[in-house]
């Protein structure tokens, strides 16, 4: 009887683990911000997308493919020419994510894999198509401008792909070296002419102020040519008094200074 009680105990206990693997290949999950699409052998890939949470399937005939349907972030690096045929390193940032109703489509049409093989030939595309339409100057002066070409255009590209970009920008934008060293040294020159400048307009300055002294001294002679002329030696006289009164006026300033009067004389007292 023993026997037969753990016979069938074991019988039961298998039968119980066929049932809960099979209930288990019959149920999947998705996760937050996923969503699924089911290949049936039989029928292919369904139009139905599948939401959050735990489903149902039929084991061996159904299989779920999960996509992440989060905005990811994608950096895609292109080398291109300017209209003024200068290379231009950019490097774009997208933020994109997949359609939700359009995810059978994407499926069937592209695969799993739709960020690999769309978006670096969709941006590749419409980057050498934008910046060709600027001139390197253009694009360092109007970049705010060029951001928003290329996200309207690459927008509108993803979208004939089931993709939603959420946000498009220029993260790097850099020219070849022989157009750095030409900018650089166009700014040495034009600093160059500056100071050059500067000197020729100084020197300027510095003639016209001595032609306007020579001017006034001369004016000074003949002013002075006329009051001899007409005043005679008066005019002389007049100033040697006010230099003498400019002298003892000086000189009645000084400590060091003592007056004696005429025919005298001062003694020392020395010691004997």
Request: aromatic fraction near 6%; hydrophobic fraction near 45%; glycine fraction near 6%.
């Amino acid at each position: 009887m023993a026997a037969r009680l753990f016979e069938g105990l074991g019988k039961l206990g298998l039968g119980l683990a066929v049932a809960g693997g099979v209930v288990n290949s019959a149920l999947y999950n998705v996760d937050a911000g996923h969503r699924a699409v089911i290949f049936d052998r039989f029928r292919g890939v369904q139009d139905v997308v599948v939401g959050e949470g735990t489903h149902f399937l039929i084991p061996w005939v159904q299989k779920p493919i999960i996509f992440d349907c989060r905005s990811r972030p994608r950096n895609v690096p292109v080398i291109t020419g300017s209209k003024d045929l200068q290379n231009v390193n950019i490097t774009l940032r997208i933020l994109f994510r997949p359609v939700t109703a359009q995810l059978p489509r994407i499926f069937t049409s592209i695969g799993e894999d739709y960020d690999e093989r769309v978006l670096p030939s969709i941006t590749t595309e419409i980057l050498k198509s934008v910046v060709a339409r600027f001139d390197a100057g253009e694009l360092i002066t109007q970049r705010e401008l060029v951001s928003r070409q290329v996200s309207e255009d690459l927008t509108e590209r993803a979208a004939t792909f089931g993709l939603i970009l959420d946000d498009v920008s220029l993260t790097h934008l850099t020219f070849g070296k022989e157009f750095t060293e030409a900018v650089e040294m166009k700014q040495v020159a034009q600093q160059e002419a500056e100071r050059a400048r500067f000197i020729v307009e100084k020197a300027e300055q510095q003639k016209k102020a001595a032609v306007i002294s020579a001017e006034g001294d001369s004016k000074a002679a003949e002013l002075i040519a006329n009051s001899l002329a007409t005043a005679g030696d008066g005019l002389i006289e007049l100033r040697k008094l006010e230099a003498a009164e400019d002298i003892a006026y000086q000189l009645s300033r000084s400590r060091n200074i003592t007056y004696l009067p005429s025919g005298q004389s001062v003694l020392l007292q020395l010691p004997q």
